[in-house]
């Protein structure tokens, strides 16, 4: 474990670090108004309950549409820069390759702003966020092997 000094502001968050956080946030939130299948539904049920553990479930191809492979890998650099950062927790549930990401408390309060900020100013998809509002400079612990 390392203590990382965190300083973000918004206007230094490339395009896809923002879709990112936003994404998760909003898969979090389905997650969590989404009521517990039946038991008899294994399948469901069994995926329901991991995701509540490990957060949604990552896959570039449902969360982004097509992407060429280019594009793949510059939202799985994203996702390590915000790990490393302190805004996402990674989870590798089938050994070293990614599962499921989850935002942390800081992860949840920056999506929810960036989400914000998005829906005040009407866009799709934020090419870049002009006006840097979201700062925090509180010691944040993370883990190595993100």
Request: overall charge negative; hydrophobic content about 35%.
């Amino acid at each position: 474990m390392s203590v990382v000094f965190v300083l973000i502001r918004a206007t230094v968050m490339t395009p896809e670090q923002t879709a990112i956080l936003i994404e998760c946030y909003r898969r979090q939130c389905d997650l969590g108004e989404m009521p517990e299948p039946p038991t008899w539904h294994v399948h469901e049920y069994t995926a329901y309950h991991d995701q509540l553990l490990n957060g949604p479930r990552y896959c570039p191809g449902e969360w982004f549409g097509p992407l060429a492979d280019y594009e793949r890998m510059r939202y799985r650099r994203a996702i390590d820069y915000l790990c490393r950062g302190g805004l996402l927790q990674i989870v590798r549930k089938y050994g070293r390759r990614l599962s499921h990401i989850m935002l942390t408390p800081l992860g949840n309060k920056v999506a929810a702003e960036l989400l914000a900020e998005q829906q005040n100013n009407g866009a799709a998809v934020p090419e870049q966020i002009t006006n840097g509002s979201v700062t925090s400079a509180e010691p944040i612990t993370t883990n190595e092997e993100c």
